[in-house]
């Protein structure tokens, strides 16, 4: 058998992950998508936590999760208002390209000054940072297969992100040898351009007939009064059970930062051992 055939017959290394041939593309450039997003995120989680708890004190911390709660509000609003108005490939974009803006602007700031509500800011941009990150790269996804492909394909894409923020974190304390922690922030904003450049190249590839669920007009009017998703059952079941979800989360989360910042005092050190322990 000739080299040529024996290359033809031997099944592709992607076949071991569920990713038929005509996937492949779209499956490494998604899976690329996932990595930098992690890396993103990672290193700005803790540049913000190690620059806050470095700064501030415990007591500051209730105030970063109501400033959260309001940007988060008040992003998912605007985000409401500009999906109506632009293209899904150019929501995508903007996201993206938004939130590096942000990042890449917040380092710039902080090569001048290091005044404690640009910390307190990041504490809060990061829960922002998070959830558009999530909402674009799933939001692609969703697009970008159907149903039968995501069963089989989903898993595999978003181990992108666990790598990445495995290999980030352990890479925190090294790296701050060679910079200072808000230099994590350089290297978050390197993860959202790879973000940027690997979203515009799954963009074309998601199909053209593809404009999302139909919905009539009469539909729209009833999703859109609070009074009538606070009526439904299953959705209010469901906001009661996020709702506690978060709340837990926060509690958590406030108690473990608090007992970071009482053995921590200096952000190096919060770094190291923030990343790590994560």
């Not at 993103?40 to 415990?58: D, N, P, R, S």
């Not at 800011?121 to 674009?136: G, K, W």
């Amino acid at each position: 058998m000739s080299e040529a055939s024996a290359n033809a017959v031997r099944p592709s290394a992607w076949l071991r992950f569920g990713v038929e041939p005509s996937e492949e593309r779209s499956a490494a450039w998604m899976l690329a998508h996932s990595a930098f997003m992690g890396f993103a995120t990672v290193f700005f989680e803790t540049a913000a936590a190690a620059l806050f708890l470095g700064k501030a004190g415990a007591s500051s911390l209730p105030s970063v999760y109501l400033g959260a709660a309001a940007l988060s509000a008040a992003t998912g609003y605007c985000y409401s208002k500009l999906q109506n108005k632009l293209s899904f490939s150019s929501l995508m974009t903007a996201t993206m390209v938004g939130l590096l803006i942000v990042v890449a602007s917040l380092r710039g700031v902080l090569a001048f000054t290091h005044w404690a509500g640009l910390f307190f800011f990041a504490m809060v941009f990061y829960r922002v940072l998070s959830i558009l990150t999530d909402l674009e790269y799933w939001a692609v996804a969703g697009r970008l297969y159907d149903l039968r492909q995501a069963k089989r394909l989903f898993g595999f894409i978003g181990t992108g992100e666990v790598i990445a923020r495995i290999i980030g974190s352990f890479s925190v304390p090294l790296l701050l040898r060679i910079g200072g922690v808000p230099n994590l922030l350089v290297l978050s904003a390197v993860g959202l351009l790879g973000c940027v450049i690997a979203l515009r190249q799954v963009l074309p590839m998601i199909p053209e007939d593809d404009s999302g669920p139909k919905t009539s007009s009469k539909e729209k009017a009833q999703r859109s009064s609070m009074g009538s998703l606070a009526r439904d059952p299953y959705l209010r079941f469901v906001l009661i059970v996020a709702f506690c979800g978060i709340l837990g989360k926060y509690l958590v989360d406030f108690a473990f930062l608090q007992q970071v910042k009482s053995g921590f005092s200096d952000a190096k050190d919060v770094a190291s051992f923030f990343a790590l322990f994560s």
